[in-house]
């Protein structure tokens, strides 16, 4: 079956500290991953795409890293700031075009 | 209005009514998605449009729900005899050639059947 399964459900972290959050799936065939980032109340947007061949992308403090071998994605947040609280959802495409979107994990950070 | 605007932002309807969802996307963008979003849960795709023709429709819930997209640009979202399940945000997305480039979604229509 392809899913897509994230963790943690939920993350409380300090401002200005680390944080990374995982993704494992399932989804095959494979054709791209992507990290969105979704305010309360409004539409995802993206942070990063990454391909197949791709290892790792970084968009600002954002970091994503994929292993493709091992079907694994992470997202690592840098210097955290309040802003940053928002569910982070991780979203696979299959080669058809469909996209198999995880549960997201609530990120909360505090000041 | 450069991003993807969803009508109405809000709706409200009883139980077996028919509602119809509407979803601009951006212009000259030719894949369009459509997702319903439950409380705390991440998006479940419904249907899957390149152009004017649904590319994979296999996330409609059963044959209540229907999308066109006649011209290639808006779509609409139906929902027939709507039951008190269906509540949640439904959420339509758009990008420039459907594969890598990014999504771009808009705020969604919440939708509440009592």
């Known amino acids: 079956k392809n899913q897509v399964e994230q963790s943690p459900q939920s993350l409380i972290i300090l401002e200005g500290k680390n944080c990374t959050l995982q993704c494992n799936y399932t989804v095959s065939p494979f054709s791209n991953l992507r990290w969105y980032k979704q305010d309360t109340g409004r539409g995802p947007v993206s942070l990063t795409i990454m391909t197949f061949s791709e290892n790792t992308k970084s968009n600002g403090r954002y970091t994503a890293t994929l292993d493709a071998d091992t079907k694994q994605s992470s997202l690592h947040i840098t210097a955290s700031q309040l802003s940053d609280s928002a569910s982070y959802i991780c979203?696979?495409?299959?080669?058809?075009?469909?996209?198999?979107f995880g549960q997201g994990t609530t990120l909360q950070v505090k000041p | 209005g450069a991003g993807v605007s969803q009508t109405p932002s809000n709706k409200v309807t009883e139980k077996g009514k028919y509602v119809e969802l509407r979803c601009d996307p951006i212009s000259g963008h030719t894949a369009l998605y459509w997702y319903r979003q439950s409380l705390g849960q991440g998006p479940e795709f419904l249907i899957y449009f390149q152009g004017t023709g649904a590319a994979d429709d296999s996330g409609l819930p059963n044959d209540r729900f229907f999308a066109v997209r006649p011209e290639g640009s808006v779509s609409t979202l139906k929902i027939q005899r709507t039951e008190r399940g269906d509540s949640a945000v439904y959420l339509c997305a758009s990008s420039l050639s459907g594969d890598l480039g990014p999504l771009h979604f808009g705020n969604g229509t919440r939708l509440t059947v009592t």
């Open positions: 979203v696979v495409t299959r080669n058809t075009g469909k996209l198999i």
